[in-house]
DNA sequence: CGTCAAGGTGTACCACAAGTACACCCCGGG
DNA sequence: CCCGGGGTGTACTTGTGGTACACCTTGACG
């Protein structure tokens, strides 16, 4: 098992999404980072502009309304995160899936204890918009349903047996993971949360194959 | 273990809210029927009162703000929801910590089958308030941190190992049924992370007592 | 009976934010 | 040259949270 003492801050495994450039790009950036701390209610079209420096003419020629700013910079930080979030994994555990679904943890602890954690804007942006044919919860759901999707298929890479039930349950554990550091106040949810892992992991994994060592 | 087949409707679990009287609590229930479906921000003050009929002016000689209004239905929503629940799962399963603990996973499997569900509104209104400090916030924090501690004082009661990280790890997984079903939109959830409660429960039971240790 | 307070109504109004209309600027490439 | 893409500024409309003020109804009680 990697250790990850080798990397000290979120920085390192996340990298930081690109600096905007023309105006929209700016307004995007600028929303996203206003977001992830407030809320998508809480942003206001006139804050937004002092904050960035744009007119108001040129927001709405980028934009049909707020609403659709809000579209952009949930899918825009959709993006940046995924590919963010498995390249830390891919860091900490290479190819195997089996120590993948632990490291995933482990990332997840990194960014907990992060100064500027926030919570999972997924979940956040699909309670602010319950109707689920509201286009920025379309975004969120689809994001989970598709990490669950990836959490199936480390599980059959992995060997795990029923897969699509451990899918399930570790994906449960992922969210509750997420749910308790934001709203429970708990950052150390991510460690205590791994150990469950590992139980329904021993369960789970049918050969006694000694071939990942673990520990 | 008790079979949940006696009880057909979410009702007969639950209980409804007792109906509103004077201004008020008209008001407030309007609210919470709204907020539930609809979120916090969607709430509009002249629609709330277009529906129930009262005065602008009696609004604010109830409440000092709209704000004041969503603070106030959280809170009475938190005080329904805590005694129905309860109430549901102690039918279920009588005074057996155990039983309880799975019989919570039942509960809720009736609550996301039934037709209206829309998710924890505690996590909705923690994701709406992000700040810390909001009164709305502060109600669903404190919500879900007492609801850890009863898990934690039926683990206690049921004599497992390690209460605490116990505690933890099923807060964890009902939170992230929580998540499955709103958001991923899988309403087998419950049935499906019950498994792993009992898995999380056998590895903690300690003494192979055959019968469950009854107080 | 008279009166006084609690709780309610209606209308007009202010402040602020989303969104629109219109006139204008600058600059690089056919 | 001039034309279109991208940018600016100002003034406006509209909707909603919140206030001010004048008024109505009911019931308890000296």
């Given at each position: 098992m990697v250790t990850t003492s080798e990397y000290k801050t979120l920085q390192e495994l996340f990298g930081a999404p690109e600096p905007p450039k023309n105006g929209r790009e700016r307004l995007v950036h600028?929303?996203?980072?206003?977001?992830?701390?407030?809320?998508?209610?809480?942003?206001?079209?006139?804050?937004?502009?002092?904050?960035?420096?744009?007119?108001?003419?040129?927001?709405?020629?980028?934009?049909?309304?707020?609403?659709?700013?809000?579209?952009?910079?949930?899918?825009?930080?959709?993006?940046?995160?995924?590919?963010?979030?498995?390249?830390?994994?891919?860091?900490?555990?290479?190819?195997d899936p089996r120590a993948q679904l632990l490291a995933i943890f482990d990332v997840l602890d990194f960014w907990f204890n992060s100064p500027d954690y926030h919570g999972c804007q997924f979940i956040n942006a699909a309670s602010e918009f319950p109707n689920p044919h509201d286009p920025v919860h379309v975004?969120?759901?689809?994001?989970?349903?598709?990490?669950?999707?990836?959490?199936?298929?480390?599980?059959?890479?992995?060997?795990?047996?029923?897969?699509?039930?451990?899918?399930?349950?570790?994906?449960?554990?992922?969210?509750?993971?997420?749910?308790?550091?934001?709203?429970?106040?708990?950052?150390?949810?991510a460690k205590i949360i791994k150990s469950a892992v590992e139980t329904l992991l021993v369960q789970r994994l049918p050969p006694p194959s000694e071939s990942v060592a673990q520990r």
């Open positions: 600028a929303a996203i980072e206003f977001i992830y701390v407030h809320g998508f209610q809480a942003l206001g079209v006139d804050q937004i502009l002092a904050r960035t420096g744009v007119s108001k003419t040129t927001f709405y020629k980028h934009f049909e309304s707020r609403d659709d700013l809000l579209i952009a910079a949930i899918q825009t930080r959709d993006q940046w995160e995924m590919t963010s979030f498995n390249a830390a994994v891919q860091k900490l555990a290479k190819d975004v969120a759901a689809d994001r989970k349903r598709k990490s669950r999707d990836e959490f199936r298929n480390l599980a059959v890479a992995a060997g795990i047996v029923e897969p699509e039930t451990f899918a399930d349950q570790y994906t449960a554990l992922v969210e509750g993971t997420l749910v308790m550091r934001q709203i429970h106040g708990r950052n150390d949810a």
